[in-house]
């Protein structure tokens, strides 16, 4: 995993760990006292694991350490267990608001190799709008590599893409598929799928399958974007959306799993299965 690829991570752990504690504090009235204090003491048993992944990451770059970021984002999470400790819940939602707010600008505040931009999702429904704008306003072609598509993907992200961007879709093949859940998930996406294919047609709609390619990149024209999750999960938590410098070897990314896969539709091979 690359540093910029690492930083996302981070800020996608700290919405998982923090969500929770948001939720209740908005609305304390839903929860009773015993899950109140279950939730404090996750928060409490899940903050050595989050920051070890922080000392690591300020520890990666050989040669340096991020030690002020390191002691910052320590200083910060723990003074926000000790108001989670003592506060009532209906008083934590802006310190909540506050602390995850300056710990991501202490992660962001380390450099990393490339010049990229992290797009901090604070929700399932901004990751969901920011995704969407891009795939709506795309002009030419989208190229979007997951291995977990299911049929969500059509009518969330492609009712509003103009009808002459060629949309490349690449996942993993049905011989990869393990278990009920899994196979039934990709039935309902190629059932959909051949839908889409009959309106868009093979200049307009690709469907590809490649075994070997593990990311969730997403490129739009010359943007080209890593998303911190598989797309079907996007309703199970915050979502992290990193942008990638459009260099060569990138590009080379989403051609070789293009290239290197199989047409299950497109241009080669017309007739949908």
């Not at 910029?4 to 996608?12: D, F, H, P, S």
């Not at 929770?20 to 839903?30: C, F």
């Not at 602390?99 to 490339?114: D, Y």
């Not at 049905?174 to 899994?182: I, K, T, V, Y």
Request: charged residues 25%.
């Amino acid at each position: 995993m690359n540093r910029k690829r690492e930083q996302a991570e981070l800020i996608y752990l700290l919405g998982r760990l923090l969500g929770p504690l948001e939720q209740a504090s908005a609305n304390p009235e839903l929860y009773d006292a015993d899950e109140k204090e279950r939730i404090k003491a996750r928060l409490m048993a899940e903050f050595g694991p989050f920051f070890r992944k922080v000392a690591d990451f300020c520890k990666g770059e050989p040669g340096h350490l991020y030690g002020k970021q390191e002691n910052s984002v320590a200083n910060m999470y723990s003074w926000t267990l000790e108001r989670a400790r003592v506060e009532k819940f209906e008083d934590l939602k802006t310190i909540l608001q506050s602390t995850k707010f300056e710990i991501i600008q202490e992660i962001l505040s380390i450099p990393v190799a490339t010049d990229s931009a992290i797009y901090e999702a604070t929700s399932p429904f901004s990751t969901y709008c920011l995704v969407k704008d891009i795939c709506t306003t795309v002009r030419s072609r989208i190229v979007w590599l997951d291995r977990y598509f299911d049929q969500t993907i059509f009518h969330r992200f492609f009712i509003d893409t103009p009808p002459n961007v060629e949309i490349v879709l690449v996942t993993q093949p049905s011989s990869n598929l393990r278990g009920n859940a899994d196979n039934n998930r990709h039935s309902a996406f190629m059932d959909i799928s051949k839908l889409f294919a009959q309106e868009r047609g093979p200049n307009g709609y690709r469907l590809v399958e490649n075994a070997s390619f593990h990311d969730r990149w997403l490129q739009c024209d010359s943007k080209l974007l890593v998303l911190g999750g598989s797309i079907k999960d996007l309703n199970k938590g915050p979502f992290t959306v990193s942008r990638l410098d459009s260099t060569p070897a990138n590009q080379q990314h989403f051609d070789d799993a293009i290239s290197q896969g199989t047409e299950i539709f497109g241009p080669n091979q017309t007739t949908h299965p």
